[in-house]
């Protein structure tokens, strides 16, 4: 009912930048915390950032000052400006968000995930 799509990924050099997307779709009624993860190979996923609806965030340590989560709530976007990259950043992004939303006539409230998007940082 709800979909989130992820955007931006791509190859990038060390030391450069990349800004990721992801839109919210569906029937949705309104969003509470949205968030980026990330996977890299062989290993767990991890926080990166989140954003509540009031705009408060919060960082993992070893992105903060490098990483910047922002939101667009009324059109039910989550960015991530990645800057100074560095090859430990390549991974799978993925956004997630904690949704209320319409199933049929009825109000739900889910954790939806998108699909990730890859960022690759490597010279």
């Known amino acids: 009912q709800v979909q989130l799509v992820e955007s931006g990924g791509g190859l990038v050099q060390p030391r450069g930048s990349l800004r990721l997307s992801c839109a919210a779709s569906?029937?949705?009624?309104?969003?509470?915390?949205m968030g980026w993860y990330r996977q890299a190979p062989g290993k767990q996923r991890e926080l990166v950032a989140t954003i509540t609806s009031g705009g408060s965030t919060n960082y993992q340590d070893s992105m903060k000052g490098r990483f910047t989560i922002s939101r667009d709530s009324a059109n039910n976007m989550v960015y991530l400006q990645m800057n100074s990259l560095k090859p430990e950043d390549t991974a799978v992004y993925s956004c997630?968000?904690?949704?209320?939303?319409?199933?049929?006539?009825?109000?739900?409230?889910?954790?939806?995930w998108g699909q990730g998007t890859q960022v690759t940082v490597s010279s």
């Open positions: 569906g029937r949705v009624i309104s969003i509470d915390d």
């Open positions: 997630n968000a904690e949704a209320h939303y319409w199933d049929s006539y009825l109000p739900r409230r889910s954790t939806i």
